[in-house]
């Protein structure tokens, strides 16, 4: 329905970053998300390992 000469109701205001609601939402958030991502996270390495060549230097005594 439309009616001439009226405005629709203004929105209310958003809610602040202060708000205690709105942190804890946030942080749960953030929480999830790393729970999400788990173990992957800590993978340097695809599933063939490191293709680089190693270091190997020559045996050293020590003291010597």
Same mark, same amino acid.
């Given at each position: 329905m439309c009616f001439v000469g009226s405005s629709p109701p +203004? #929105? *209310?205001p958003p *809610? +602040?970053?202060s708000d205690a609601e709105v942190q804890? #939402? #946030?942080l749960r %958030? =953030? %929480?999830r998300a790393r729970r999400a991502? !788990? =173990?992957a996270s800590t993978i340097l390495t695809g599933g063939e390992g490191d293709p680089s060549e190693a +270091?190997? !230097?020559n045996k050293k @005594? @020590? !003291?010597y």
């Open positions: +203004s #929105a *209310p *809610p +602040s970053k804890d #939402a #946030a %958030e =953030r %929480e991502r !788990g =173990r +270091s190997i !230097g @005594l @020590l !003291g």
